[in-house]
């Protein structure tokens, strides 16, 4: 396997301990044969603010046109007072982890889990650290910029990390082509398997720009649900991933 985390906003400078670097990422890359691979995508907020592309740049043109100079109401207000999932999620309380390793991490999309047999459930993917997750009080820490990234290195230099994936199961009546939907919380879980996280890849820096993730399965058993945002959020990754390939280190 293959791991990164992540910072969100896409910019590389961001400092972590930012507000806007929240939700923070984890993705998880299953290298099944040469060429062959499957992914896991989460990140550390239960939700997502758009149901579908078009409202999801609906609310980046909103946030882009509220800058300096914006008239009252600024237009990322109006937005938010007619889409209660953004609201929902610019409002979740995004505190600052103590470690990559120490956050929770959750899917966006829905997929469905086929066995051998033909039965089929849907569910969603979870990430969580061995024992509790860990936060820290952003208004007293003394940040450095890149404090997860440093410590995430430390930690896998002294030895192995555990993260532990589970799949919350849909019931018949929970909505799975929605990612700003909810399922109650009392959902069933089942456990998944465990990621060992050994080192950090020598060719750390390269990897990163080359790496492209993807929120479509690619092995048997697991296919995605018709969540409209799954085939667009695949397209933007590709894009964005090709972009990557094609700068140079200073530009990345």
Same mark, same amino acid.
């Given at each position: 396997?293959?791991?990164?985390?992540?910072?969100? =906003?896409?910019?590389?400078?961001?400092?972590?301990?930012?507000?806007?670097?929240?939700?923070?990422?984890?993705?998880?890359?299953?290298?099944?044969?040469?060429?062959?691979? =499957?992914?896991?995508?989460?990140?550390?907020?239960?939700?997502?603010?758009?149901?579908?592309?078009?409202?999801?740049?609906?609310?980046?043109?909103?946030?882009?046109?509220?800058?300096?100079?914006?008239?009252?109401?600024?237009?990322?207000?109006?937005?938010?007072?007619?889409?209660?999932?953004?609201?929902?999620? $610019?409002?979740?309380?995004?505190?600052?982890?103590?470690?990559?390793?120490?956050?929770?991490?959750?899917?966006?999309?829905?997929?469905?889990?086929?066995?051998?047999?033909?039965?089929?459930?849907?569910?969603?993917?979870?990430?969580?650290?061995?024992?509790?997750?860990?936060?820290?009080?952003?208004?007293?820490?003394?940040? =450095?910029?890149?404090?997860?990234?440093?410590?995430?290195?430390?930690?896998?230099?002294?030895?192995?990390?555990?993260?532990?994936?589970? $799949?919350?199961?849909?019931?018949?009546?929970? $909505?799975?082509?929605?990612?700003?939907?909810?399922?109650?919380?009392?959902?069933?879980?089942?456990?998944?398997?465990?990621?060992?996280?050994?080192?950090?890849?020598?060719?750390?820096?390269?990897?990163?720009?080359?790496?492209?993730? *993807?929120?479509?399965?690619?092995?048997?058993?697991?296919?995605?649900?018709? *969540?409209?945002?799954?085939?667009?959020?695949?397209?933007?990754?590709?894009?964005?991933?090709?972009?990557?390939?094609?700068?140079?280190?200073?530009?990345?």
């Amino acid at each position: 396997m293959t791991v990164r985390f992540s910072d969100a =906003t896409g910019l590389p400078t961001i400092p972590d301990g930012d507000p806007n670097a929240s939700p923070r990422g984890m993705a998880i890359r299953f290298h099944l044969a040469d060429h062959v691979h =499957t992914d896991i995508i989460a990140h550390s907020v239960d939700g997502f603010p758009a149901r579908n592309a078009d409202e999801f740049l609906e609310l980046l043109r909103a946030i882009h046109a509220s800058g300096p100079g914006a008239g009252s109401p600024l237009p990322i207000e109006t937005f938010l007072a007619t889409h209660p999932a953004a609201l929902e999620f $610019v409002q979740t309380p995004k505190p600052i982890p103590a470690s990559f390793l120490k956050e929770t991490y959750y899917a966006v999309n829905a997929y469905r889990f086929i066995n051998a047999g033909g039965a089929s459930h849907y569910g969603r993917y979870r990430i969580r650290p061995e024992g509790a997750s860990e936060y820290l009080d952003s208004a007293t820490a003394k940040l =450095t910029p890149n404090f997860l990234f440093d410590e995430i290195k430390e930690k896998l230099a002294r030895g192995m990390a555990k993260m532990r994936i589970a $799949v919350q199961v849909a019931a018949e009546e929970d $909505v799975v082509n929605d990612s700003t939907m909810h399922w109650p919380k009392d959902r069933r879980e089942i456990d998944f398997g465990v990621v060992e996280l050994m080192s950090v890849l020598p060719d750390n820096d390269s990897e990163q720009r080359h790496i492209i993730f *993807d929120p479509i399965p690619r092995v048997d058993g697991i296919e995605p649900s018709d *969540d409209p945002l799954l085939d667009p959020r695949a397209a933007i990754y590709l894009a964005s991933g090709r972009r990557r390939r094609a700068g140079t280190p200073r530009e990345q």
